[in-house]
T-cell receptor, first 113, second 113 residues
Framework: GENVEQHPSTLSVQEGDSAVIKCTYS??????FPWYKQELGKGPQLIID?????GEKKDQRIAVTLNKTAKHFSLHITETQPEDSAVYFC????????????FGKGTTLSVSS | DAMVIQNPRYQVTQFGKPVTLSCSQT?????MYWYQQKSSQAPKLLFH???????NEADTPDNFQSRRPNTSFCFLDIRSPGLGDAAMYLC????????????FGPGTRLTVL
């Protein structure tokens, strides 16, 4: 089955710096790669996702890149702000009935002002 | 707004006393998921329903059961909660497969005394 590894487990940056979180996956059938942000006491919220037919996607300060050959994808946050502090999860999924997303173990991002 | 609703947000039960957590959705999605999330960990999939088809994860304890009486509602029953079952329980929905966006509810924080 699919296995998703996420690094680093914790990341501390200064406000205004960039943050990068990396994930690798094992199942070549996976073709959907979302990133979720979870704030304390809340459910995960989708912040950006990418499908395997594209290599990069941007949404304001957030971008995701995908390398299908190497089976890895990364989240990039530029100009970080204190409100970006949260736990970020990557996940991988496939367009197959009966399957579910497989999550990485999460990265705790702390942005200090 | 279309959404995933979980009730209650906080639930306290006694060791061994059955408890039921509730999830409802207005998205009309085919799939509903239940996750268990312990502190500083990734969400762990317990089971999911594709319409009325129940899919149990291999390592989900028998103590955990689920019911989906209709498209909109799904319940998580913990028959005899132990101290180790204290966690955040997240409900999520998606249109169809692991390749579809998942929408999470806010979660129910379960405390076992």
């Amino acid at each position: 089955g699919e296995n998703v590894e996420q690094h680093p487990s914790t990341l501390s940056v200064q406000e205004g710096d960039s943050a990068v979180i990396k994930c690798t996956y094992s199942d070549s059938a996976s073709n959907y790669f979302p990133w979720y942000k979870q704030e304390l006491g809340k459910g995960p919220q989708l912040i950006i996702d990418i499908r395997s037919n594209v290599g990069e996607k941007k949404d304001q300060r957030i971008a995701v890149t995908l390398n299908k050959t190497a089976k890895h994808f990364s989240l990039h946050i530029t100009e970080t702000q204190p409100e970006d502090s949260a736990v970020y999860f990557c996940a991988a999924g496939a367009n197959q009935a009966g399957t579910a997303l497989i999550f990485g173990k999460g990265t705790t991002l702390s942005v200090s002002s | 707004d279309a959404m995933v609703i979980q009730n209650p947000r906080y639930q306290v039960t006694q060791f061994g006393k059955p408890v039921t957590l509730s999830c409802s959705q207005t998205l009309n999605h085919n799939v509903m998921y239940w996750y268990q999330q312990k502190s500083s960990q990734a969400p762990k999939l317990l089971f999911h329903y594709y319409d009325k088809d129940f899919n149990n994860e291999a390592d989900t304890p028998d103590n955990f059961q689920s019911r989906r009486p209709n498209t909109s509602f799904c319940f998580l029953d913990i028959r005899s909660p132990g101290l180790g079952d204290a966690a955040m329980y997240l409900c999520a929905t998606s249109a169809g497969t692991g390749g579809d966006e998942q929408f999470f509810g806010p979660g129910t924080r379960l405390t076992v005394l």
